[in-house]
């Protein structure tokens, strides 16, 4: 019998069905086999539907180590976004104690304080480095800024079996510095004229009413207060630049215009007076003497020196020689149609307790023109008010008051470090410099200040730059 591969290699031809083998019968042994052999592999040879697995087989790897690669690498782009962010944020902080004085532990303490606030934990094999001066970059060396270094172990899901156990190292840095002036960076930031000294007070620097303040320079606020400079009612301001250790708050149809971004939650101005600077003091002195009768209205003249009591002018045209005037135990007051003038002299007021110190009011229809020395120990100060008087009476803020209709032109600084300065209506107070360093300073009227660029420092009043912390790297 004869076995074909017709169809089936197992279907015999049999012209005789009686004698046929039944379907799925296998041939006899030795029957056919070879050219069955031959059959098969000539139907796999023919047949390419196994290369395709193949190819899936081969190629499965490479497609998803390069899916892990990029589940990696996304992962590490998002790790180093998020170490990015805590690092500027520390590299701020470190900063700012910087620029208030704190040395190598309050910085940083102030970074590590940022990673709490920021909820960042740091795990066993990260890094984190506080180092300033900073040790690279283009501030390297530079004492006034703090460079914050951040990096940990990255996630490894699929590239462990390249990178093997090294692993791979995530890395941030920032630099953070103060910006005074035209340090660091080469830009003037531009000149307060306007500081107020109080640290929590709402309005330490207030504009209000119908006050109408182009100041010609800037204005700054060490108050932490969320309106620490506050411009409200119909007031307008005009400065620049305009700075605060808290917010600036500009109410209701109130306006302020600045030509530079405002500065709020910025480091505070150091006093330019105070013990951190130019630490000026009330001159020794061991008696003091009358002032003169000012009987009539003048003309009057007087010389400098130590007097006792109240300084009080009337209908008066005086005229002070250039000198020290120190006040113990009195104010100056100069009333209505009063004529006051002096070049070169400073009015210290002081007395033998806090309570005894004195105030400086000008009021309406007086002609106040007075210039600070230009040299010495008291260059630039107009007018100096104890550092240890008494700053409240009967729950208000003690003032000095420049009131409405007086014309002031004043040449240097007015310096109250306990106490609040008025300005309000109809007062013009400047001659290139005029300073305000006080507790509070407050504008209730038309003022104009007419400071030059550098005039102060020409004077020796010294300035008060704008400075800011920022991210500088």
Known sequence: MLWTSNRSPFRPRCPDLGTCPPPGARPPAGVGGGRHRRGRLRQLRGNDSGGV?????????????????????????????????????????????????????????????????NTFALGPGDSFQVLSPPQSGKFIGNPKAVEVRLSRPAQLYFTRMFVGDDGVTVSARAVGAEIVGDDVIGKDLGDHCVLALDETMDGAAEFAGTAN????????????????????????????????????????????TTANPLAPFSPPIVDPFGPDRRNLQVPAFSSCQAWPSFSGEGPFTVDPGVYCGDLL????????????????????????????????????????????????????????????????????????????????????????????????????????????????GGNKGGSDCLLLVARKITFTGNAVIENVPGACSGIGAGDMKQSRVRLIE
């Open 213 to 256: 303040a182009d100041l010609n320079c800037g204005v700054a606020s060490n108050s932490n207060s969320d309106r620490s400079i506050h411009v409200r009612g119909t007031a307008k301001l005009t400065a620049d630049p305009a700075q605060a250790v808290g917010d600036i708050r500009v109410d209701g149809a109130a306006t302020l």
């Open 53 to 117: 697995a193949v190819l899936m087989a081969l190629g499965l790897p490479v497609l998803a180590g390069f899916s892990g690669l990029g589940l990696d690498v996304s992962t590490w782009y998002l790790e180093r976004r998020s170490l990015q962010s805590v690092v500027d944020s520390a590299a701020l902080a470190a900063a700012y104690a910087l620029s208030v004085g704190g040395d190598a532990g309050a910085q940083q303490q102030a970074a590590d304080d940022s990673l709490g606030r």
């Open 313 to 424: 002018l009337e209908k008066k045209n005086v005229t002070f020689n250039p000198g020290t005037y120190v006040l113990d135990g009195g104010s100056i007051e100069v009333k209505a149609h009063s004529n006051i003038s002096g070049t070169g002299v400073t009015f210290v007021l002081t007395g033998a307790a806090p309570q005894d110190v004195g105030t400086v009011t000008f009021t309406s229809q007086s002609t106040i023109d007075l210039a600070a020395p230009t040299t010495g120990e008291w260059s630039g100060v107009l007018i100096y008010q104890d550092r240890k008087a008494t700053g409240v009476e009967s729950g208000s803020l003690i003032e000095n008051k420049m009131l409405g209709g007086s014309t002031t032109l004043l040449k240097g600084a007015i310096y109250a470090p306990t106490r609040g300065v008025r300005f309000t």
